[in-house]
């Protein structure tokens, strides 16, 4: 039989006091009595005295757990605030939002509108903004003030093509010229201008008031998506964007990623060791994205077999999507209106930006709509001074108008492929992901190309991404434990390092020689670090960042993709690091890079290292000073070797190849080392046995890891293991012992000249912050004097129909009547003539007045309405109460269990209420209806919980007392009440007065002994609903007086 905790026979009363102790086996049911305390301390007894012992030895183990649990339950309160994230989906055309929080795994928020889908649209007006469905409706009525698919122009230089296609596609928008950093804004008027990053932070900050509307709760940590083909200069606008917002971005995830990872969190089950090429086939509003992930189970060293994705293979089209598609429909009915209306005085319908508004919109229908029909007619009603239009589309014109569109479906496809190295026929599945791709010619190009079956469509193409980002969301954030899934993304630019320097090919002839040295290849994993070491550099120098091998771009995409070149760096100080140490060996200036989980790539630091062999001095040296300094490099203090080397480079190392045409000539030493994390797959090896530092024929170093590593970490694990245990050598070991490694770390100065696109200078990037937060500030009141206003409309109609129903009139005078509706009239003349100009105070002033005004009249209203159930439910109180110390009052002396001052209280406390009753009835009915009445609803809901309370009282005494014991026969027994009815058969207790002729039962040094007996056998267990049935099985022989505590 289980043992079970919790409550006693009562179920539903907690345990306090000595009640809530552990048992030990020895207790027994005499010394303990099985029931819950109830309050009362009369039920206790000497039961206190008889375990306090037990609590004087468990109380220092109690007070150590409620300190653990107090302690536990305040970083929980601390973390209530923000237990919370969320993901943002932001494709071009509409966005995602998700949150995850305690109780609600994984939901997508509804926005104000109830719709799972949020338009990506900003309208900015001189005194307020609009932002979703709002802003996409006023698209129509204000285009030029409404900003939409503006994503396409952050990190983007003018010059850019991609900003003369925005241009050309959306020619009401006035973009401007910013010199500092060779962009574009838009000029929304001659005092108001915003850059694409102001706006994106805009739609971020809205996104988190939804969210948060919808958690209840404060959100500030998110996962945002971004294109897989997004470059440096545009993942570093986001993190801007998302700055300016005032979000702390724990991942830029990609959304084919986030996809994927969406569909292999719910079919974790269906993953194995054997791999899965899946392919997601990704077409949006904006662009289309081809994506081959790999799913297996592979062995990790904190989680043992998890399910892993990898990225292999990715392609895509910047510029094919369903927006695309949406402009040759919106031209083609353009161009249909003005061969409708040729030759009668209209202007050309391209010339006005509020009908070519409003044929995007109907093209953007029309396009839906001709997925599942053959045809549909067009029709806009009003579309140009007040000329309607109407046209018949079929799906074959449609079809013709973007045939040069579907020839480019394949064209992601076959990028994929390349870059992953495989053949269709290792892809088990073609998954479609994206609006755009229910277009049925899309699926028809796309299923020839792929030469499958059928086309997967089992997952949500419109929110597996924001799903997956936010399943990310928790596994980053610290406030949620979830599954691991372990995420292995792939670098789509690759990442290089370019230096020059002399070198000297023949005896006096010194040259200029081009070294490269790839960082991140393509298709490598992220996110990892790098370590790269220039060996031949005493002085100080340049280095260039750029990106790799871009030959997979066609010529239009290198246009779009900008510049090549990402960042100068220039290193100050190298030449004083050598001064400082002039007799160590230097073994390199080491420049630390870091890929994040964003896919940006910073430069950690850079430092210059020297090691110098050093003699121990044992007879010097003692072992607390050895002891010392271990410590002090465990905590990264002093410069024992490795000690800020090492400290940052606890993750997996592996060994980078330099790319091919890249190596030195000879003379030239630059070596290469991966401080990749690699957290999917167990594969680090054993480091190398300790070897000479040589160099390679070429004159190139071979990696760190192969040389100089286990040796500098020696000192360190030596360091660790003297003092532990190990016999002082005698002197002429000490003399012996080798020399050891020192190393010394020098940090050098670096200065970084950003090549491609200057970030936003701090100081307006503070002013874009401030002006964000202002303009958030400036909605919240405009919310706020719009909510008051609505307040005081609401009441002052409310107020007055109210003052012509019957039971307003019944309790108020003509008189005040009058007053009260000259004062509503009052208020509304003002609120229509001057309330446009009232600020949020005077509104609500204006309103607490009225309020003021009929406070008196909607009082007795109210109070009127609850006598009914008030006085009702008083009457049945004192009537039950009545009949209850009735019976009680009826109980044999023998039996009785309440004392006679605890009748007499409840029955003092009947006959006031009683009195209380009677009296405020009477004194109410001689006051007029129109007077504050005396009978107050609060005043009969404390009589009734008063004499709710004494009552209360005395049934939980009896509920919990225990019967009196039965006075002894002649005999010396006792005489007991019957266990139960088929236990005793005919047995009659007999009354007190017959006691000789009762039979003798079981003396009481029997008795004891079997329940002793039985108190050893099984360890009695108190509480949980099961506690009186489990007793209540127990055989018949037992001690009578067990029955007893069932009551």
Not at 54 to 59: E, G, I, K, L, Y
Not at 131 to 142: L, P, Q, T, V, Y
Not at 180 to 185: D, N, P
Request: aromatic share 6%; with cysteine; glycine share 6%.
């Amino acid at each position: 039989m289980g043992k079970r905790g919790g409550a006693g026979p009562s179920g539903g009363m907690p345990r306090t006091g000595p009640s809530s102790i552990p048992l030990s086996p020895s207790v027994t049911i005499s010394q303990f009595p099985s029931r819950p305390k109830c309050g009362f301390p009369c039920q206790w007894g000497s039961s206190r005295g008889t375990m306090a012992t037990t609590v004087r030895r468990q109380r220092p183990r109690r007070l150590a757990c409620w300190a653990l649990i107090a302690v536990l339950l305040a970083d929980l309160l601390a973390l209530s605030d923000t237990l919370a994230v969320m993901s943002v989906d932001l494709g071009s055309e509409s966005m995602k939002v998700a949150i995850v929080k305690p109780g609600v795994p994984m939901e997508i928020v509804l926005n104000k509108e109830s719709r799972r889908k949020t338009p990506v649209f900003v309208t900015l007006k001189e005194n307020e903004r609009f932002f979703g469905d709002s802003a996409a409706s006023m698209a129509i009525k204000n285009p030029k003030a409404t900003l939409r698919y503006f994503q396409h122009l952050l990190g983007k230089q003018s010059d850019n093509p991609h900003v003369a296609l925005y241009q050309a596609r959306f020619p009401e928008h006035e973009l401007g010229f910013d010199p500092q950093r060779q962009t574009v804004h838009f000029q929304i008027s001659p005092q108001l201008k915003v850059s694409p990053e102001e706006v994106l932070g805009m739609i971020l900050n809205y996104s988190r008031s939804l969210a948060e509307d919808f958690a209840e709760q404060a959100i500030k940590d998110a996962v945002i998506t971004v294109p897989a083909f997004f470059n440096q200069a545009e993942r570093r606008a986001v993190l801007q964007a998302a700055r300016m917002a005032g979000l702390k971005v724990l991942q830029l995830i990609n959304d084919n990623t986030a996809t994927a990872l969406s569909y292999g969190v719910f079919r974790r089950k269906d993953i194995n060791s054997t791999a899965q090429n899946i392919m997601f086939y990704d077409m949006g509003s904006g662009s289309t994205v081809c994506t081959i992930v790999t799913y297996q189970t592979v062995k990790t060293k904190e989680a043992g077999m998890q399910p892993q994705l990898q990225i292999r293979g990715v392609g895509f089209d910047r510029t094919l999507g369903g927006l695309e598609m949406e402009l040759r429909l919106r031209e083609h009915l353009a161009g249909l209106f003005n061969k409708q209306h040729k030759g009668q005085r209209v202007k050309d319908v391209q010339e006005n930006p509020r009908a070519m508004a409003k044929l995007l919109r109907e093209a953007n229908r029309l396009k839906t709509v001709l997925s599942a029909n053959a045809d549909h007619m067009a029709q806009i009603e009003g579309l140009m001074d007040d000329v309607d239009f109407k046209a018949k589309v079929t799906r074959v014109e449609f079809e013709e108008l973007c045939a040069d569109l579907f020839e480019r479906v394949p064209g992601p496809v076959q990028q994929a492929l390349q870059s992953a190295e495989m053949n269709l026929d290792e892809i088990e599945q073609v998954i479609l992901v994206g609006g755009a791709t229910r277009v049925p010619k899309v699926q028809e190009v796309l299923l020839k190309a792929v030469g499958k079956e059928e086309l997967g469509k089992n997952i949500n193409a419109d929110e597996a991404a924001a799903m997956g980002a936010v399943y990310q969301a928790a596994a980053l954030s610290k406030a949620f434990k979830v599954k691991p899934f372990v995420v292995r993304d792939a670098v789509i630019y690759p990442i290089l390092v370019e230096f020059t320097r002399e070198v000297e090919e023949e005896p006096g002839i010194r040259s200029l020689k081009h070294n490269k040295r790839v960082l991140f290849s393509r298709m490598g994993p992220y996110p990892q670090r790098k370590v790269i070491t220039f060996n031949r550099y005493s002085h100080d120098f340049n280095f260039h960042i750029n990106y790799g091998d871009l030959g997979f771009l066609g010529p239009e995409d290198l246009r779009v993709f900008g510049s090549q070149n990402l960042t100068t760096v220039k290193l100050k100080g190298v030449g004083e690091s050598f001064k400082k140490y002039p007799d160590y060996e230097s073994k390199g200036i080491k420049a630390h890079f870091n890929l994040d989980e964003s896919g940006v790539l910073s430069l950690d630091r850079v430092e210059s290292v020297f090691e110098t062999l050093v003699e121990d001095s044992p007879e010097e040296e003692s072992t607390l000073t050895k002891l010392g300094n271990t410590i002090s490099s465990l905590f990264g203090g002093g410069t024992t070797p490795d000690a800020k080397e090492n400290g940052t480079e606890t993750v997996q190392e592996e060994e980078e190849s330099p790319a091919e045409g890249s190596k030195d000539e000879p003379g030239e030493q630059v070596e290469l080392k991966e401080e990749a994390e690699a957290p999917a797959e167990d594969t680090s090896q054993p480091p190398p046995p300790e070897s000479k530092r040589d160099t390679t024929p070429n004159g190139e170093k071979v990696a760190e890891k192969e040389n100089g590593e286990k040796s500098e970490a020696q000192p360190s694990e030596k360091g660790e293991a003297g003092p532990e245990g190990v016999p002082p050598a005698s002197e002429e070991g000490k003399k012996q012992k080798p020399a050891r490694k020192q190393r010394m770390v020098e940090e050098i100065g670096v200065e970084l000249v950003v090549l491609d696109l200057p970030d936003m200078p701090e100081d307006e990037l503070a002013r874009s912050m401030q002006k964000l937060q202002d303009l958030t500030l400036r909605d919240l009141e405009k919310q706020e004097r719009e909510k008051a206003a609505n307040s005081l409309e609401a009441f002052i109609f409310e107020t007055q129909d109210k003052l012509y129903q019957p039971e307003y009139q019944e309790v108020s005078t003509k008189e005040q009547r009058e007053e009260i509706s000259g004062k509503l009239s009052a208020a509304s003349t003002w609120l229509e003539d001057e309330g446009f100009g009232a600020t949020t105070v005077m509104l609500k002033e204006k309103l607490v007045e009225l309020r003021k005004l009929c406070h008196g009249l909607f009082f007795r209203v109210e109070e009127r309405k609850k006598w009914p159930e008030r006085l009702s439910a008083l009457d049945s109180l004192l009537n039950h109460s009545s009949m209850f110390l009735k019976g009680a009052r009826l109980i044999p002396e023998m039996d009785q269990i309440f004392t006679e001052v605890e009748m007499t209280t409840l029955e003092k406390v009947i006959n006031e209420t009683w009195a209380w009753k009677n009296a405020t009835m009477a004194e109410q009915a001689k006051l007029p209806a129109t007077e504050k009445p005396v009978l107050l609803s609060k005043d009969i809901e404390a009589r009734m919980m008063a004499l709710d309370r004494e009552v209360q009282y005395l049934l939980n005494k009896a509920k919990f007392a225990k019967p009196r014991p039965r006075p002894k026969d002649k005999n010396g027994t006792r005489a007991e009440p019957p266990l139960n009815a088929s236990d005793q058969g005919e047995k009659v207790i007999p009354p007190p007065g017959q006691a000789e002729d009762a039979k003798p039962i079981l003396e009481p040094e029997k008795v004891e002994t079997a329940g002793s007996k039985q108190a050893d056998a099984e360890p009695l267990e108190l509480g949980g609903p099961g506690a009186e049935s489990e007793q209540k099985e127990q055989p018949t022989g037992q001690q009578p007086s067990l029955k007893n505590d069932e009551l």
